[in-house]
Structure formats: structure tokens, C-alpha cells
């Protein structure tokens, strides 16, 4: 029988590592493949491997995170979270750059969560998801000093939706503009939209809410989607990318607004036609297909109905954010 290899420790000293986030830091040199934490996701029932390399960078970026705010060694950082790998990587971050983590129970009430916040005076509070601050919300009065909120959730339900809101603004615009195409030509020049209130009040309706969502109009799933992003920004201090969005976001208002005057505003006069092209005329029949007009209207009715009211596409997205890796 052939005997096994002796098991060895192989273990770092106080020599080397002389406080927690030292002796991680001297794991993650020593064994960076090896596997570090497995952590279960119960949205999939799966779960995730995470090597000792992964676990470094995810503190660095922690660290790069906390180290912008600018606290003071001693100052106070609060933990609202389940037992995490996240959980790991913020308070070795934190320990590293002198700061105090404050953990918080995921089950407590937010009158116990507000009072806890207040005693210790905490600048940054993390957190899983956007619910568990709407329940802290209303207590805000009584920590002043609270001066920023990370949730690991908010960046990305952000992004997805934007990214929901701006696919089916595009889809509603695109979708006009193919209605008005012919066989002959595409429906690209401004001649094409102007007066098309009067001619065609319900494709002029459609594409007047698309323009107003991709320009970030209140009341448009867009403006929420814009809204989102900028706040997900400035938590992370993203200034730079916050001030191109708004730029951009101020250039494209003028050259949307400019079509949608141009439908209910500006008549076209038969002379500006393109005849030669073959454009839409105003004597032009445009008439939809039933499935798309279906498919139009439904895309108008999400966009107004979640610029208003985005609670339940927020949750759905919040559910499909905690499925990812």
C-alpha cells in the first residue's frame, strides 16, 4: 500500500504579517491560484469559487474606494451585510487604512440601525441593495454624519436599467422611422417629420415620447434611466463621466427637440419635396401593420408608464443583478 504525502501547513508568521490585512495580503502573494472562499448565491442555488488573487484585487479596489473619501484613521465605517465575500474585502480595506468597521445585524430594525449609526458617528455605510436603505431613509435625520451610502447593487441595477429603458426608446423611435419608410427610400430627412402631427397624429405621438426619453425629458423611463446612472456615478465619485453624460445629454436635447417641433410645429411645403428621391409626401398613405402598430404602442405605454412609476421593473432588475457572479 503506498503511503500518502505528509500533509504540511503552510503557514505565515506574526514576523511577516504583523495585522489582518498584512497576513492577506501575504496569503494572496503566497498561494494567488489557490482558492480562497467559495460563497453560495441563493438566487442560482449555486456556488462561486474565488481564488486568493480575486480576493485581492476585490480589497484593492475597496481600499481605492474608501481611500477617496478622505476619513481620518479612526473614524468609523458601517457594515450592513450578510456574511460576504464583500464583506471580507471592505474590512480589510478598512483596516488598512486605519478606519473603525462598525458591523451592523442584517435582521436588526432600522430604529436600532439609526441609533447605532448615530453613537458611533459613521461616515460610510455599505450596504447590499437599494430596499434596505429606502427602510433607513426615513430615519435619516437622526445620523448626521453619515456621509455617503455604497450599495452593491445600485451600480449595476443603474446600468441594466438604462440599458432596458434606452433599448426600448431606441426600438419605438426606429420603429416610426420604418413605418414611414418606403420601398423607395428611408424616412431620414427632417422634410419627412415636418407636419407628420397633422398627417399621422398617432406615429407623430410615438416618436415624440422616443425623442423626449432619449433626451432625458421627466416622466420618460430615459430620464430615469439618466437619473440612475448619475446617482450611481457620484456615489462612486465618477465626476468625470457624470460631467461628459450631461453634456452630451444637454447637446443631443437640442437636436431632439428640433424634430419634434418640426412634427407638431413646422408644415412641410409640397416645393421642399424630394422628388427625385421619391421622399414621403404628404399625400403619401403610411400605413402600419397591425402587429407593429401593437408592438409601438406597447413600447410607448412602458416608456411612460415606468418614467412614472419604475418600482416594479427596479425589482425585477434588483432579482436578475443578484443571479450574476
Known amino acids: 500500500m503506498q503511503a500518502s504525502a505528509p500533509f504540511t501547513l503552510d503557514l505565515i508568521s506574526g514576523a511577516e504579517a504583523r495585522t489582518l490585512p498584512e497576513l492577506l495580503l501575504r496569503r494572496c502573494e503566497k498561494s494567488p491560484e489557490a482558492e480562497a472562499y467559495r460563497q453560495h448565491d441563493p438566487a442560482s442555488g449555486t456556488w462561486r469559487s474565488y481564488r486568493w488573487s480575486e480576493i485581492r484585487a476585490l480589497a484593492a479596489r475597496w481600499r481605492a474606494a474608501l481611500a477617496r473619501e478622505n476619513l481620518a484613521v479612526g473614524e468609523r465605517v458601517a457594515v450592513l451585510l450578510r456574511n460576504s465575500v464583500e464583506w471580507v474585502c471592505f474590512d480589510q480595506a478598512a483596516q488598512s487604512l486605519g478606519l473603525v468597521v462598525v458591523p451592523l445585524y442584517t435582521t436588526d430594525n432600522p430604529e436600532n440601525i439609526a441609533y447605532i449609526l448615530r453613537d458611533c458617528d459613521a461616515r460610510v455605510l455599505l450596504l447590499r441593495s437599494s430596499e434596505q436603505w429606502q427602510a433607513l431613509a426615513p430615519l435619516r435625520a437622526r445620523f448626521p454624519g453619515l456621509a455617503r451610502v455604497l450599495c452593491l447593487e445600485r451600480a449595476a441595477t443603474a446600468v441594466t436599467f438604462y440599458l432596458v429603458a434606452y433599448t426600448a426608446t431606441n426600438l419605438a423611435a426606429f420603429g416610426v422611422v420604418g413605418a414611414l419608410s418606403t420601398g423607395a427610400r428611408d424616412a431620414e430627412d427632417m422634410d419627412d417629420y415636418r407636419g407628420l402631427a397633422g398627417r399621422h397624429p398617432w406615429l407623430a405621438g410615438i416618436m415624440a415620447v422616443a425623442l423626449f426619453s432619449l ?111
Open 215 to 325: 433626451a432625458g425629458i421627466p416622466l420618460t423611463a430615459g430620464f430615469l434611466g439618466k437619473f440612475y446612472v448619475v446617482t450611481a456615478g457620484g456615489g462612486s465619485a465618477l465626476w468625470g463621466l457624470i460631467i461628459v453624460l450631461v453634456l452630451t445629454s444637454t447637446v443631443g436635447l437640442y437636436y431632439y427637440t428640433r424634430i419634434v417641433v418640426a412634427m407638431y410645429v413646422a408644415r412641410r411645403e409640397p416645393a421642399e419635396a424630394h422628388a427625385a428621391a421619391g421622399p414621403v409626401t404628404e399625400t403619401a398613405e403610411v400605413v402600419a401593420p397591425l402587429g407593429a402598430s401593437v408592438v409601438l404602442g406597447a413600447l410607448t405605454v412602458f416608456l411612460i408608464v415606468f418614467g412614472v412609476y419604475p418600482a416594479p421593473l427596479i425589482r425585477l432588475i434588483e432579482r436578475a443583478v443578484s443571479t450574476l457572479p
